[in-house]
């Protein structure tokens, strides 16, 4: 075996186990730095060993045996019967009933939820340990530094040790308090999968609803992840230039049901919202065209609740559909920064309007680290031109 073929072989691990392998690894101790110290020294050990002896038919029951048997030492409390690499041919993921409360990253996200740990780092926290993804990538989808985002992670897992939080799902009664950070890690693991494994984000949030029950903005978050999920496409096109012959049908009518079960007792909240503007978008499938006054009714109650950013610029984007791409240029919010978004939306808005859009696209084009995205946004300088 090659070690380029060893290493594919590990990124697959990677992308698919590493947050259910750091939660195994630190439910003993609750030390989150460790667990993760532990797995990567598992991975480079399998980047050694792999190309020799061939991928392990349980890949992740060997990271984990390796991962264990390293903190083992680290704790220098040798087991009486070390674990073996034979020991990995029981996927140990497979003890865990997915559907149970019990799943051990709804555990750890909870736990990550903590009130003694600081607000801005919980959804981090939960983004990086839980959901495997990197530093980087979380700073970008916060528009932060990378630095500060590294240094807010590290303080966090010092908190989790130091004050010796417990591993374990709260008490019911606590959980609605821990809810919305986990919530935005869920959505934040389908805003930043979005061009690729969100089946991850689906699952995790249509779980969540489930154990749950009643939680509107649960199920709101189950149906915004699932109609995301149904619109998924190999590569980057437009939404509004997509076929929707070539969105699953089956997911949309899924999305819907969870969306009816999301009704809540006042006002809706930012996820509800936010699933029935998908909704509206994916009833084009059977309209033939999109309801933009909808749109725009939707946007107006989302930026009540949930004024961000992200928010502000799609509703640009709106008015300037309804009322003309002056008008959508016009509402853009100011500061927007290197906000990627706001570029490719005002590129779109500029071009609308006949005026020069090369600047902007060119702008919203470096700030991606899609290519599929980038190539798209710079073939349109020269069709804009």
């Known amino acids: 075996m090659s070690s380029d073929e060893a290493r594919a072989a590990a990124e697959r691990a990677a992308r698919a186990s590493y947050g259910k392998l750091v939660a195994l690894l630190a439910a003993p101790d609750g030390d ?21 002896t061939g991928v392990p038919a349980n890949p992740e029951g060997w990271l984990l045996t390796v991962a264990r048997n390293r903190r083992r ?15 990995s041919l029981t996927g140990p993921l497979e003890e865990h009933d997915p559907y149970a409360i019990g799943d051990k990253r709804l555990e750890l996200l909870f736990v990550c939820a903590h009130p003694a740990i600081e607000e801005p780092a919980r959804t981090p926290l939960m983004l990086q340990t ?11 989808a916060y528009a932060v530094p990378p630095a500060t985002m590294a240094q807010r992670l590290v303080r966090a897992k010092k908190r989790i040790k130091q004050a010796r939080i417990p591993f374990a799902v709260p008490d019911r009664r606590a959980m609605p308090e821990r809810l919305p950070p986990v919530l935005e890690a869920v959505y934040g ?5 979005w061009r690729g494994d969100i089946g991850e984000a689906q699952y995790l949030a249509v779980t969540l609803a489930a ?3 009643a939680e509107a903005e649960a199920w709101g978050l189950a149906a915004l992840t699932t109609f995301t999920l149904a619109r998924r496409r190999s590569s980057f096109v437009p939404l509004d230039q997509q076929n929707p012959a070539d969105w699953d049908a089956a997911l949309i009518g899924e999305a819907e049901t969870y969306l009816r079960r999301a009704r809540p007792g006042g006002p809706p909240g930012r996820f ?3 699933a029935a503007i998908q909704a509206v978008h994916c009833d084009r499938g059977r309209t033939g065209g999109t309801d933009w006054p909808a749109l725009r009714t939707l946007y107006a109650a989302l930026l009540t609740v949930a004024p961000s950013l992200g928010a502000r610029v799609a509703a640009a984007t709106v008015v300037g559909r309804l009322d003309g791409p002056e008008a959508g240029l016009a509402a853009l919010p100011g500061g927007a920064g290197q906000f990627q978004p706001y570029w490719a939306a005002r590129a779109d808005l500029l071009a609308r309007a006949g005026r020069d859009a090369t600047a902007a696209y060119r702008e919203a084009a470096a700030l991606t680290d899609d290519a599929d995205v980038a190539a798209f946004l710079t073939a349109r300088i020269s069709a804009s031109g």
Request: charged share 25%; with cysteine; aromatic share 6%.
């Open 32 to 52: 989150l730095a460790q667990a993760e110290d532990a797995l990567a020294a598992a991975f480079e050990q399998a980047l050694r060993r792999w190309p020799a």
């Open 73 to 87: 030492d680290a704790w220098r409390k040798p087991a009486t019967a070390p674990l073996t690499e034979d020991s």
């Open 130 to 140: 839980v959901l495997g993804f990197e530093a980087a990538e979380i700073a970008r």
């Open 189 to 193: 693991c389908a805003a930043i999968a």
């Open 211 to 213: 154990l749950l029950g």
């Open 272 to 274: 509800q919202l936010e």
